[in-house]
């Protein structure tokens, strides 16, 4: 992990003489949601209402837990605009107590759904008399569990819709069960970017944009990478990328049972010269692709907006549980047999208006409700008590054990036992700290590595 300091993680920005910074916070708990929520705040930074920018703090914080990410992880996910080495891990208690004692005027929880709904009780608890505008969202394609994670992120005053397809369905869940809709703000990914795809004479190469969790099972995922590599035994002229996620043992935002490197390694007669395994960023990976390939990943969004030539995998079926049924309407759906006979699907103009990419050059202005909306909030004065969804007379039965995870209770005080007390020197800090390390990595070996090989036995 990062080293952990007292001080907040700030951005290279200092304030005006005589003029206020906006200070915002960002928990998240993974790599792919770091990148969303910092990325999101620098978007959300911008221009005001007034159009005068103001200067801008960020303080950076992960929320300790299996998807944590580590270092390396950190300076993969590109520039953020955040001093990566200064931000620090903290658990949802102590995120509370740090929203309690730093006068922050926006908050961004890039975290998965029962996460958001922990905090907004926590922040509710607090009853702070100028609480921050809480703003979150989600991280790409929304193909699951719309409704549950939608509800769990009910209660924030922003929840940002990536294209217009996902605000308008945002909107239909919550009116649907009689939940303030007004929240939901049209805006797009905030980490599309990248010049435009162009041809260079030489240069052709496929990228195969891997999941961690999609597909799960050994087989599928076999098949994946085998006929991968017979694209680059069929063209030994193109350059052939498998881009992975991360590093076995690892963890990203899904889990990753079956790592492609350990697949590989595995794979009957080696990899062929022009196929090779890489990491990084996937912005600097994009600049040299001719060709994106993936069953549904982020990915894909992020190459039709460069208008890089996309296809989205039918091999294993179009269906719920791989996402790539989100991608019906596209044109973007093909198969490795066509891809091998040359074929570069073309993408269909009025899905990709739907879709937030901003293929068209609006990419500019996507952010602009988003902020006037943050603007507006701030502007307003004292904000009112956040009001989720879900209550203990609403959700009796799911409510309590959410937060009970993050140790708050049913009113999202925190536990008794649950802050820790203050440390009293550095031998102290020093013990604590490996305390917390050696738990988080037998934690961590257990769900990437035992849990997995128990499951597979049980598969028996």
Same mark, same amino acid.
């Given at each position: ?103 922050? /005027? ?35 394609? *929304? ?13 924030? /005053? ?21 939940? /303030? ?18 041809? *260079? ?38 350059? *052939? ?171 999202? *005080? ?47």
């Amino acid at each position: 992990m990062p080293p952990r300091t007292e001080d907040a993680a700030a951005l290279a920005v200092t304030p005006a003489a005589g003029s206020a910074a906006l200070r915002i916070a960002v928990l998240a708990d993974s790599d792919t949601r770091w990148k969303w929520g910092a990325l999101t705040a620098r978007r959300l930074a911008g221009a005001q209402e007034s159009g005068v920018d103001r200067p801008v703090e960020i303080t950076g914080l992960l929320l300790r837990g299996r998807a944590t990410p580590t270092p390396r992880q950190l300076a993969e996910v590109g520039e953020v605009g955040v001093d990566t080495d200064r931000v620090r891990e903290v658990t949802a208690v102590e995120f509370l107590h740090t929203v309690r004692d730093e006068a922050f /005027d926006v908050v961004v929880l890039a975290l998965v759904g029962g996460a958001v709904q922990a905090m907004l009780h926590g922040l509710a608890a607090l009853e702070l008399p100028r609480r921050p505008v809480v703003v979150t969202g989600y991280v790409g394609v *929304v193909y699951e569990k719309l409704a549950d994670g939608l509800l769990l992120r009910h209660g924030a /005053d922003v929840v940002l819709a990536n294209s217009r397809h996902d605000a308008d369905r945002f909107r239909a869940v919550y009116e649907g069960v009689g939940a /303030d809709a007004s929240s939901v703000t049209e805006a797009a990914l905030p980490f599309l970017g990248g010049e435009p795809h162009r041809a *260079v004479e030489g240069r052709d190469t496929v990228v195969f944009a891997a999941q961690p969790s999609v597909p799960a099972s050994r087989a599928d995922r076999m098949y994946l990478l085998r006929r991968l590599v017979e694209h680059a035994r069929l063209h030994p002229g193109r350059e *052939v990328l498998l881009k992975l996620r991360s590093k076995p043992g690892e963890h990203t935002t899904h889990i990753e049972e079956l790592p492609y490197q350990r697949l590989a390694e595995r794979l009957p007669g080696g990899l062929p010269p022009n196929f090779r395994l890489v990491y990084g960023h996937m912005g600097e990976v994009l600049d040299r692709t001719d060709l994106l390939v993936t069953v549904s990943s982020t990915a894909a969004l992020e190459s039709l907006h460069r208008r890089i030539p996309t296809a989205v995998l039918s091999d294993l079926g179009v269906r719920e549980t791989l996402g790539n049924h989100h991608f019906i309407g596209s044109g973007l759906i093909t198969s490795w047999d066509h891809l091998d006979g040359g074929l570069r699907p073309e993408p269909d103009e009025e899905w990709l208006a739907g879709q937030g990419v901003a293929a068209d050059g609006s990419y500019a202005t996507a952010y602009d409700t988003a902020r006037a909306r943050v603007g507006a909030l701030l502007a307003a004065g004292p904000l009112p008590r956040l009001a989720p969804y879900y209550t203990p007379a609403t959700a009796p039965g799911y409510l309590p054990g959410i937060l009970a995870r993050h140790h708050l209770g049913p009113d999202g *005080v925190p536990l008794p036992g649950a802050v820790a007390p203050k440390e009293t020197g550095r031998v102290r800090g020093a013990v604590r700290e490996t305390v917390r390390n050696a738990a988080r990595g037998a934690y961590r070996h257990g769900v990437q590595r035992v849990a997995p090989v128990i499951r597979r036995m049980g598969e028996l």
